[in-house]
């Protein structure tokens, strides 16, 4: 048995194999290992506590084609970061709808009215953290209505949903003892609401299996059948997705 074979995985900080390098996820209480393939193609490592580095290793190995092909996909579907600047006129969308700025005085900090975008001059230097509180606070306002119907054909009663940024996934979920909840990440308010539901079932779906077993997509599939669009067509709306970049030294 070689050293390796008796060392903690989770003593690294990351797990590298071959030519590929996989961030080693906290230690927890689950009993299988999982690599996630994130939108800015990072690789992350989940493992049981006490698994060893010659265990994960030959997973990497045997999951290496699929790991390939996963890549593959996020290198077709990331573009480059998109950007924006807070002058009048600039365009920024809403549930699938682009709405211009205007810069007005008549704001104290940003609304959308009138089919614009309005925010105060005041705000521009900081102008990206002020949009995304309003994505995140109108976003959290809408989300947890249009979360009920969803919920509701999965038989809960009640599943929070919170809106935060979450870097380069869509959402997140994980089963827990208490009160139920998913996260979506305020940019996904910019996609038409059929996108948005397709991020919430699939949330939904992983309050029930964590991974993306025959299971879990069986989950998605009853509660929405014509997934499979909505997930081809949100990778090629995801190019075009503005997360936060600003032009100019504002922020």
């Known amino acids: 048995m070689t050293a390796a074979a008796v060392v903690p995985l989770h003593e690294l900080p990351e797990l590298v194999v ?3 390098a996989l961030a080693i996820a906290p230690s927890s209480d689950r009993t299988t290992i999982e690599i996630t393939v994130e939108r800015d ?3 992350v490592l989940k ?3 006490g698994t060893t580095i010659e265990r ?6 045997d999951k290496r084609q699929w790991v390939y092909r996963k890549l593959a996909e996020k290198d077709a579907l990331t573009g480059p970061p998109i950007t924006k600047q807070f002058v009048e006129g600039e365009g ?6 682009s709405y211009r700025l205007t810069l007005t005085d008549q704001v104290a900090g940003v609304r959308l009215e009138r089919g614009r975008f309005h925010m105060n001059p005041s705000q521009v230097d900081q102008g990206a953290a002020a949009m995304r509180r309003w994505y995140t606070s109108t976003g959290t306002q809408w989300l947890r209505k249009r979360i009920r119907p969803w919920t509701a054909r999965m038989g809960e009663d009640s599943i929070d949903v919170t809106v935060r940024d979450l870097g380069y996934r869509w959402g997140s979920a994980r089963p827990t003892e208490g009160p139920q909840r998913i996260n979506v990440h305020w940019a996904a308010l910019q996609l038409p609401p059929s996108l948005i539901d397709y991020i919430v079932v699939h949330e939904l779906a992983h309050l029930h299996e964590t991974n993306h077993t025959s299971g ?5 599939a009853r509660l929405m059948p014509a997934y499979e669009t ?3 067509v949100l990778a090629t709306f995801g190019k075009n997705i503005w997360l936060g970049t600003v ?3 504002w922020e």
């Open 18 to 20: 071959g030519d590929l």
């Open 47 to 49: 493992a049981p506590d």
């Open 41 to 43: 193609a990072s690789l």
């Open 92 to 97: 920024f969308a809403y549930l699938g709808r």
């Open 216 to 220: 879990f997509w069986s989950t998605v």
């Open 247 to 249: 032009t100019g030294n």
């Open 56 to 61: 994960a290793t030959q997973f990497v190995i």
């Open 230 to 232: 909505h997930k081809t």
